[in-house]
């Protein structure tokens, strides 16, 4: 039989009040509650203490305070990674971000659901899917990613946006939810 771990790393609906599930999103608060803390002017202290969160990482990363997780290790962001303030990354499933991202302030990222019946919500179900962001991605401020999507290559994603659905490359979406409004150049 499987544990809830197990079931939740093999993308199938987990009890999320599992001590080992809850032991996981506890770490993470407590390494993302200590990246909160460090002052700004220490960004050299604000970056080892990213990657101690993050699963991999490139070079060139910069994430400012306040950020968010829930565990930190499905975490993998590429070369040239910007975030402004207040990013919440809900890594449950993995979260795989590309090279030259930049990411607006106040933006979710999401990869846990939970069930559309009031029964499975009352037996604190879960579920993740994986979200992935290409290369040369820009998202604006207050943008909402929701579980399993995928952002290609060469996107700009508007201000505001939800993005319900994958969105190909060299393409700029916008609205609610996120739909494409003009394909963009490739240089």
């Given at each position: 039989m499987k544990t809830e771990l197990q079931k939740l790393e093999d993308g199938e609906w987990?009890?999320?009040?599992?001590?080992a599930v809850a032991a996981r999103k506890a770490r993470a608060a407590k390494l993302c509650q200590e990246f909160n803390a460090i002052p700004a002017t220490d960004p050299d202290a604000?970056?080892?203490?990213?990657?101690?969160?993050?699963?991999?990482?490139g070079k060139n990363i910069s994430v400012q305070?306040?950020?968010n997780c829930?565990?930190?290790?499905?975490?993998?962001?590429?070369?040239?990674?910007?975030?402004?303030?207040?990013l919440i990354i809900l890594d449950i499933a993995p979260v795989t971000i590309g090279n030259h991202?930049?990411?607006g302030p106040n933006t979710g990222i999401y990869?846990?659901?939970?069930?559309?019946?009031?029964?499975g919500r009352r037996q604190y179900l879960g579920k993740g899917s994986p979200v992935t962001i290409g290369n040369d991605v820009w998202i604006g401020g207050s943008v909402t990613i929701l579980?399993?999507?995928?952002?290609?290559?060469?996107?700009?994603?508007?201000a505001g946006a939800v993005v319900t659905k994958d969105v190909p490359d060299n393409t700029l979406v916008?609205?609610?939810?996120?739909?494409?409004i003009k394909k963009l150049a490739v240089e």
């Open positions: 987990y009890y999320f009040l599992d001590p604000q970056t080892a203490k990213i990657k101690e969160i993050f699963g991999s990482y305070a306040t950020f829930d565990y930190g290790k499905n975490i993998h962001v590429g070369d040239d990674f910007l975030t402004n303030y207040n991202v930049m990411i990869t846990v659901n939970h069930p559309m019946t009031a029964k579980p399993g999507v995928t952002i290609g290559n060469n996107v700009v994603v508007g916008a609205g609610v939810p996120a739909k494409p």
